[in-house]
């Protein structure tokens, strides 16, 4: 999934969508509400794009974990994060089976629940292309005779000695 611009914030209920930067904060706006606040340099401002889950081999980013969330429930929404928490584990081990149980806790398994439901409520849900095949959108739709070329350097003025001695002496 594509998780670029949306901001999770320690203590806010709810993701965010980055508007714009600051000088001491960043203006975000609320996706589901549509209000906009700042959030300031004191806050945790989390990227959902940053984030990952820990699993027994690598860590897996969370973009991926949804992908996989969205294939298990056929593109619709998942279960309720305030589901038992027994429940919760059951159905994240059947999304992902090789998640450490030992770092992952129950919260967040909840957060990751919560936010894909957000996310799909509001059809933020947007499949990641693989890289291969962008690279062949980007050459397809740009042909070759449109290549930039690198500007040419500006040719300096050589200043003769006489216009230096004109610059001293003054």
Known sequence: MILKDILAISGE???????????????VEH???KKRSTAFGSAKVSSLEDIAI??????????????LIYEKENGGPTIDSKTDTA????????????YSKDKV????????AQWYNILHNL???IKE????????KDTEEKPASN????????????????????????
Do not use: C, H, R
């Open 129 to 136: 292309e693989p890289e291969k095949d962008a690279e062949k």
């Open 105 to 112: 806790y129950a919260s967040d398994i909840k957060k990751v």
């Open 13 to 27: 209920p709810g993701l965010f969508k980055f508007i714009a930067q600051g000088k001491n904060a960043i203006i």
């Open 87 to 98: 429940k919760l584990k059951v159905w994240f081990e059947g999304v992902l089976p090789d």
């Open 147 to 170: 290549k930039k070329v690198p500007a040419t350097e500006n040719k300096k003025k050589k200043s003769t000695p006489k216009q230096n001695q004109n610059k001293t002496s003054k």
């Open 54 to 67: 820990f699993t027994e081999k690598e860590d897996m980013p969370l973009g991926k974990v949804f992908d």
């Open 123 to 125: 059809n933020l849900l």
């Open 31 to 33: 996706l589901e509400t």
